[in-house]
């Protein structure tokens, strides 16, 4: 007699199993129904059933959880799921599932199963796979392996999972690339899914070599974790790996590996050394081996070229000076020569960072600050988080840009609000004998450099303006037959009437007394 596992949540899924699994196959019997994987475990534990049939989503530990516990059970799992969730996920499955069915279930199909089942558990079994039992101390590593509080006492714990005798020890650090987009409902639609089938085809990979151990440690968000038994592995190992997974699931890895630690009690240091090389995808790519020590760190270095001050202080320079090409240009020189160094991601990440801080800086220097930080523009949250190269050209491409365009556009309105000031008090004192000091002290600004702005801005000089306004009031006032030459010329800031006279045809080309006839001739033709 073949015993069964029912694993569902779903009462009426579990009870309508239990009832047709017999039915279908006299000589298969339920032996018991559970509503998630820790339920399921202590019941295979207790009665060793032949065949759990398991739910892949589920409360507490889910079917994939449970199905990966399993594997060190002589048991074999059938995953059940809805059709088009699964789809997604079959091809990963094959990794520990002897199989699959669809809901709604079809009778000849789970007759169908029952038989070529029986046909499997005839066969010897082949042995365990170490990666079930790991799943129980993945908590216990990642919190000693993390530095939690309280984790130091897991040290002998997780030692003794390992074979004795082991000289060297080497931590994978495994990193799914896009895992965001990978769990959108029309991709795979669940992190456990992803996470489960690189894992599965990961270790595949690892104990498939001969005279190599490895042990699953854990998972945590976007990154799969393993050690090594007997120190790193041929780079070929790593690379298939990256190959399988792409070639299996669709979904590219990129992998970082530690350096050789000697003693177990190194590991937390080899973990952290794992997470490091793993980080230099941001900088020399995705879907790469990256070993710790292989890429240079300058940091405490003197021989290292170190941080290139010279093209920060020349990427403000051309800040200062508007100069948006030669900003753009010497910033792509600044990562060129960092990345030429091979620094690793930390001294990188440090580096750009830097780089920021004085783009930061010479924003705050123009009190620009609430013009260049808008909501697509917040440099301070690249200080939490990974990026890569071309990210940070971008970024700061568009930063300087702003601050360019900020930066003129205040200088811009304090040129207009100055010449607003200068030309007002020209319109104001117009009539009285005022000078290029006195216009120049109500802008602020010495009389040079005064006279220069002015002219640039008004395309004359403050004289040549200050003698065409004077001479507009003056033809205004001469539409007044009752006023005398001399009292216009007094009137628009002349004492003497001859030189007035002068300037008037200079700038006019007749006389006062032509401009006037001529206006009074006008006004009677006008008339006729």
């Known amino acids: 007699?073949?015993?069964?596992?029912?694993?569902?949540?779903?009462?009426?899924?579990?009870?309508?199993?239990?009832?047709?699994?017999?039915?279908?196959?006299?000589?298969?019997?339920?032996?018991?129904?559970?509503?998630?994987?820790?339920?399921?475990?202590?019941?295979?534990?207790?009665?060793?059933?032949?065949?759990?049939?398991?739910?892949?989503?589920?409360?507490?530990m889910n079917g994939l959880d449970l199905l990966n516990v399993l594997r060190e059970y002589p048991v074999q799992v059938v995953i059940l799921s809805g059709y088009g969730y699964f789809e997604y996920a079959k091809t990963a499955i094959r990794f520990g599932a002897f199989d699959y069915l669809l809901k709604p279930l079809k009778p000849d199909e789970?007759?169908?199963?029952?038989?070529?089942?029986?046909?499997?558990?005839?066969?010897?079994?082949?042995?365990?796979?170490a990666i079930s039992a790991d799943f129980h101390y993945a908590k216990l590593w990642k919190d000693w392996l993390l530095g939690i509080e309280d984790s130091a006492d897991h040290l002998d714990r997780l030692r003794g999972q390992l074979p004795e005798g082991v000289k060297n020890y080497c931590?994978?650090?495994?990193?799914?690339?896009?895992?965001?987009?990978?769990?959108?409902?029309?991709?795979?639609?669940?992190?456990?899914?992803?996470?489960?089938?690189?894992?599965?085809?990961?270790?595949?990979?690892?104990?498939?070599?001969?005279?190599?151990?490895?042990?699953?440690?854990?998972?945590?968000?976007?990154?799969?974790?393993?050690?090594?038994?007997?120190?790193p592995y041929p780079r070929d190992v790593y690379e298939s790996m990256i190959?399988?997974?792409?070639?299996?699931?669709?979904?590219?890895?990129?992998?970082?590996?530690?350096?050789?630690?000697?003693?177990?009690?190194?590991?937390?240091?080899?973990?952290?050394?794992?997470?490091?090389a793993l980080l230099n995808r941001w900088i020399?790519?995705?879907?790469?081996?990256?070993?710790?020590?292989?890429?240079?760190?300058?940091?405490?270095?003197?021989?290292?070229?170190?941080?290139?001050?010279?093209?920060?202080?020349?990427?403000?320079?051309?800040?200062?000076?508007?100069?948006?090409?030669?900003?753009?240009?010497?910033?792509?020189?600044?990562?060129?020569?960092?990345?030429?160094?091979?620094?690793?991601?930390?001294?990188?990440?440090?580096?750009?960072?830097?780089?920021?801080?004085s783009v930061v800086r010479y924003v705050h220097e123009q009190r620009i600050t609430a013009l260049v930080f808008q909501d697509e523009l917040k440099p301070y949250e690249w200080f939490q988080v990974n990026f890569s190269a071309d990210e940070f050209i971008r970024f700061v491409d568009e930063l300087t840009a702003a601050a360019i365009d900020k930066a003129e556009w205040k200088k811009q309105q304090k040129h207009n609000r100055t010449l607003e000031t200068a030309v007002g008090f020209i319109h104001r004192h117009y009539m009285q004998d005022i000078s290029l000091n006195d216009v120049a002290g109500k802008a602020g600004m010495s009389s040079s450099y005064f006279s220069s702005f002015f002219k640039q801005e008004m395309g004359m000089s403050l004289i040549e303006y200050l003698t065409q306004f004077r001479m507009d009031k003056a033809k205004n006032l001469m539409m007044d037959p009752d006023l005398k030459l001399y009292n216009i010329s007094e009137m628009v800031g002349y004492q003497d009437v001859k030189y007035f006279s002068r300037l008037f045809k200079k700038t006019e080309g007749v006389t006062p007394g032509e401009y006037r006839q001529f206006f009074y001739r006008k006004d009677e033709d006008d008339e006729k």
């Open 243 to 276: 190959y399988e997974v792409r070639r299996w699931v669709r979904i590219s890895i990129s992998v970082g590996i530690s350096g050789r630690a000697g003693e177990f009690a190194e590991l937390p240091h080899a973990f952290a050394e794992a997470r490091e």
């Open 171 to 231: 931590v994978i650090a495994i990193d799914i690339e896009d895992f965001d987009e990978l769990v959108t409902e029309d991709q795979w639609g669940d992190r456990q899914l992803v996470v489960f089938a690189v894992r599965n085809v990961a270790y595949e990979i690892l104990q498939n070599r001969e005279g190599l151990g490895s042990r699953f440690l854990f998972a945590s968000a976007s990154q799969i974790y393993f050690l090594l038994l007997g120190g």
């Open 110 to 129: 789970v007759r169908d199963l029952l038989g070529r089942l029986k046909k499997e558990i005839s066969k010897p079994v082949t042995g365990a796979s």
């Open 284 to 357: 020399y790519g995705s879907g790469l081996v990256h070993e710790h020590g292989e890429l240079a760190n300058t940091e405490g270095n003197g021989n290292a070229p170190g941080y290139p001050s010279e093209l920060d202080e020349a990427l403000v320079l051309a800040l200062r000076e508007g100069d948006g090409a030669r900003a753009r240009e010497t910033l792509r020189r600044f990562v060129g020569t960092v990345l030429e160094q091979n620094v690793v991601y930390p001294v990188f990440h440090g580096y750009c960072l830097q780089l920021l801080s």
């Open 1 to 60: 007699m073949y015993k069964a596992l029912i694993v569902d949540d779903e009462p009426k899924v579990r009870s309508g199993l239990t009832k047709l699994i017999p039915a279908l196959d006299a000589e298969w019997k339920v032996v018991g129904q559970a509503k998630n994987g820790n339920e399921a475990l202590e019941l295979v534990r207790r009665d060793m059933p032949d065949l759990v049939i398991t739910d892949i989503r589920m409360p507490n």
